[in-house]
């Protein structure tokens, strides 16, 4: 095993503990509370609602206020299924039906 991979696995480890520390912060209680799924912008209950990295925690992404959103189900089960160029394709046809 490489250096690299070894920070990288660290990383994660540490970007994975700080979610779930998120999740039980009120910060996070408040956005559930709001009931909106950050990507479809349907309106849900905070129990069906799900902590969701915008940039993947394997992909180098942070547990981050900036980068942890709430969201339905269905939308993080289409985004964890998906390539990211699908995934951007759902995105793009979910802000053309809003308008
Ligand atoms: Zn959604």
């Known amino acids: ?3 690299f ?3 990288a696995e660290e990383d994660i480890r540490r970007e994975r503990n700080r979610a779930r520390e998120l ?3 009120a910060w996070w209680k408040n956005r559930i509370a709001q009931g909106f ?3 479809c912008g349907g309106t849900f209950k905070p129990s069906e609602l799900t902590l969701d990295h915008i940039v ?3 992909r180098g992404g942070r547990s981050s206020k900036g980068n942890c959103v709430p969201a339905c189900k269905e939308c993080n089960n289409k985004k964890k299924n998906l390539l990211p160029m699908e995934w951007e394709e759902y995105l793009e046809n ?3 039906d809003d308008s």
């Open 56 to 58: 993947p925690v394997a």
């Open 1 to 3: 095993m490489s250096f």
């Open 5 to 7: 991979m070894e920070i």
């Open 23 to 25: 999740r039980k912060s």
């Open 94 to 96: 979910l802000r053309r």
């Open 37 to 39: 799924c950050h990507y």
